[in-house]
């Protein structure tokens, strides 16, 4: 496989779940917003552009930082390189340039995402946001789908590598925003306004009912936590898209004969979350733990494109 | 010629709503479809392409960077004895061209005895002196051309132009039948219609039959795009698809030692055959344009060590040349020995004085083209031009004499076509496309019509607002709704066996023909 056509697949694989990702994260906190009073609402989209790492450069815009205008900003906006626009423009970009390694069902959910969003200039409120934020999760999800079906090589491997490693990254973010709620640990939630941040964590991982099947004595932040970083049954929690990027670049290892840093750091960062426990992350501060866990994805990141000549 | 009365591919000439007998059923399906249904038909491909990505891109136009071609439904449909006679006259077109070729980068013996005249060759922009003295791999220059045809009877068939360089369109070929074989499968129960899809496993054998000597049993082969902003990309990225082979950029490969490696995960790995759809000019930096950032520099040094083979080679362009065109029956004849099959439009060559003279005298009646431009670019349709534009070309020609040739404006063929109004007649043009490796010359039987979707427009290039049909070949006369494999053989052997003359009983047949299998076989006995 060309390295060219390598690294398109892999962002191809962040972009669209970068997409998704904030897709979620927009549902959740529109979620979050009508349930609670002012100004707790507000305070929910300051931390959506928190987590897409966005805050700066919207206080930068001189916006208003009203719902309308966040939720403009995370969706259409073209400026917001997290935005589903941004993210869906450069998925297709990718996508187009090496669209002879995709499927042709996978180009099409990309392709279909994208002209369903090309005309828009506004998402006409709340019901308008959702619309949109729900065929984005259809379209994530048909190129999931699509992706599964695709010749089991590097190609898919590729973008499926891809998308773990931008999860991880997102996930990572998104409890490192709300930290500070999983203090005092092991307290049961008090309050109906925490209740349902905790409520909107797990929504955009879509992991309120996991939530509740594996840990039935009711919502504790610590369990939360645990959820997300450590059960690798959760698709979308730390410990297993650690353990998928681990196993992708073994595949892809076996296929191509190249492995190196990229196995190396993959594997250690494997070892270190399965030997942690969660009351020795959370002892030890939970958000310097997932400083260094993002720094140590972005290593990771840098090592694929190494070892796999991408630039 | 422009005065004679339209023929009508499906209609015939008298210009009535019935079709010629052979596309009887076709005539019947016309008129029998309501027009919104057709409509709607249409408009399900169309967003078909859109969603496939099948889109190309204006030059100069901000806002369309990516626009489908227009699609019509209504599909234009050859004969086999017509698409028999197209085939003989193509095949032996091509061949000309390559030994054409072969001779101006070689012996020029058809330049040493008089046929054409030294400058037209050697002075000619895309001749490329550089490669004289080189020939490619098993001596092919134009793997793939793509002859322009009109028509203007049911016999006349002239050729208009012809692309050894890098034709397109290819894809539209292939998208066009699958949409027509989802939107009106009928059409297909009614007529035995040939498979277009064997053109990439076609595309793929020629490129591996013209690899380098040495390199093997499985030859790596590659499909070299300028890139996804290209108009063609989506053919690009097709044809690699199909044909299961990596789709590089320039950036993808580099030249070691005159051989040409691609980047990979796994490490540099050997080209052999190049399928490149990048102009001449801008394929070596090294050679060509220094500016050029779509280049591979030293890919001509390979060629030229005979590592790699270019599909097309470099320099094909002398030969699709419009100043050389005049001069193709000549060269058909000089190298096949017998008169061209396929005849030229009539062509003023401006450089001769005496052809200069009657093109001014003559400019509204004619169609002036720059002898080097291309797709309906820098071209003045006489008579359907304003008093200024006229006025602009004369000046033009008076100047530069030589950059332009005149033709007489064709009585081009219609074919029905969906129109705002319904189905009426707009002009076609057709390019099929004939793939030349080492063992011989194949045409997969169908091909690219592009209609001028404006009424009485001749203008078919899809920059200037054409649209596209599918072509479909029949295998014989229209197949009966219980045809057996016996009897379809039976069939297929009566339409070769069958003049012009006999199509037209054929076609009455058909109407009376019930379809059970005892009354055909009767028939067929009979005809036989």
Redesign the interface.
Known sequence: MLSRTAASLYWVGRYVERAEFTARLIEATIRLDSLSPRPAGEGAWESALLVTAANDAFSASGEERSPANVSRYLTLDRSNPSSIRACLDAARGNARAVRTALSREAWEAINRAWLGLRDRSSVSGGPGTLTLVETLKAEARGFEGAVHRMLRNEGSWFLMLGAAIERADNTARLIDVKYHLLLPEGELVGGVIDRDQWTTILHTVSAVNAYRLLYPNGLRPGQVADLLIMRGELPRSLAASTDEVVNLLNLIGKRTGRQGEADRLARQRQNALNRATIQGVIASGLHEYLSAFIIENGRIDQAISQQFRFA | MANIGTFDEIRGNDGGDAARPEFGALGRWITDTPPAELDRRQKAAEAAF????ITFAVYGEEESSERIIPFDIVPRVFTAPEWDRLSEGLVQRVQAINAFLSDVYGERRIIADGIVPPELVLNNPQFLPTLAGTQPPHGIFAHICGIDLVRTGPDEFYVLEDNARTPSGVSYMLENREAMLRLCPELFEMFAVRPVDTYPDLLHETLRSVAPRGSGNSPVCVVLTP??FNSA?YEH?FL??SMGV????A??LHVDDDVVW?????GPVRVDVIYRRIDDEYIDPLVFNPDSVLGVPGLIAAYMAGNVTLVNAPGTGVADDKAIYSYMPEIVKYYSGGEAKLPNVETYRCREPQALRYTLDNLEKLVVKLVDGSGGYGMLVGPTASKAEIETFRAALIAQPHRYIAQPTLALSTVPTLTESGVAPRHVDFRPFILSGANGVQIVPGGLTRVALREGSLVVNSSQGGGTKDSMILAGPARQSMGSGGMSQSMGGMSQSMGGGMSQSMGGMNQSLGGTSQSLGGTTRGIA
Request: no cysteine; aromatic share 4%; net charge negative.
């Open positions: 859109r969603q496939l990505g890139g996804h990309f990225s690699a698809d990596e789709l590089v950029e950036a993808d691609m980047r990979t995960i796994e």
